[in-house]
């Protein structure tokens, strides 16, 4: 008996998409293996590409890419940086590095924790326990910023759910209520940041009733986010899957 398996007719990925949703049904792992290796047997070269995980051991993207360039004979391998690379962008701009800018011993320190987006327990929780021990030695003011709810819910001072999509409008409304709260530090504005009166009219309109109903956080917590800042001294921001942490902090200006 022939041990060779049939040929598949050859169709688009967007064709395979659709024919295996209207003809799908459950198989046992070595058919599914079969499958795989039959339609992968079809490619070679620049036919091929594979993306690597960031959150991988190095063992295992060595092993992938050991496999694209012998047994595919592909270069085609890379790590996907869409989610990075406008964090990168935007953290050069504002901060003038692409990279976290302060150590773990700052979380330690500050007064009030904002933590957006990220699960950190999960995926950082070296930091997380630093967070925690400030929370419960010091007295850190934790708030979450997460449509989705996460361990570190448990301990949050504050937590606000923006609708996905909305947390740019959420930002812009917390800091619009900031200097409301009490005069700020006018020799830190004018030694350590840039387009200050630029960056306030383009909030003014970010009023807590405005903001309200764009990203679906109340207005009083809101006003309750931006006074947490306020009564800190300073604050440490963490953000997305690869933790990347900013502090503000009142600071003398430069000698």
């Known amino acids: 008996e022939s041990t060779t398996p049939p040929e598949l007719p050859a169709i688009s ?12 049904t459950p198989v046992v792992g070595p058919e599914a293996l079969d499958y795989v290796t039959l339609r992968l047997g ?18 295992d993207d060595y092993v992938q890419q050991k496999f ?10 890379d790590e996907p940086r869409l989610c ?7 953290m050069l701009a504002a901060l003038g590095s692409g ?5 773990y011993v700052d979380y330690d320190e500050a007064g009030c924790l904002v933590i957006v987006g990220s699960d950190a327990n999960s995926n950082h929780p070296v930091a997380a326990a630093r967070m925690r021990r400030a929370v419960v030695e010091r007295g850190a ?7 989705r709810r996460i361990e570190m819910c448990d301990i949050a001072d504050l937590w606000l759910r923006p609708r996905p999509g909305t947390d ?7 800091a619009r209520v900031i200097p409301d709260q009490g005069p700020h530090d006018e020799k830190f504005v004018e030694y350590r940041t840039e387009g200050f009166d630029e960056w306030r009219e383009l909030i003014d309109k970010y009023a807590p009733e405005y903001t309200e109903p764009l990203t679906g956080v109340s207005a009083t917590d809101i006003v309750d986010a931006a006074a947490a800042k306020v009564a800190s001294e300073s604050m440490e ?8 942490a900013s502090r503000w902090k009142y600071a003398a200006p430069p000698e």
């Open 168 to 174: 740019v409008a959420l930002f812009n409304g917390i």
């Open 84 to 90: 990075h690379s406008p964090l990168v962008e935007a």
């Open 42 to 59: 079809g490619y070679r070269g620049d036919e091929f590409g594979t993306l690597c995980s960031a959150k991988a051991t190095n063992e």
């Open 13 to 24: 990925c967007a064709a395979a998409v659709v024919c295996c949703v209207a003809e799908f």
């Open 237 to 244: 921001l963490a953000s997305l899957s690869r933790l990347v």
């Open 68 to 77: 694209a360039r012998l047994v595919m004979q592909s270069n085609n391998i």
């Open 141 to 147: 003011k934790p708030i979450v910023i997460n449509p």
């Open 99 to 103: 990279a976290t800018s302060n150590s």
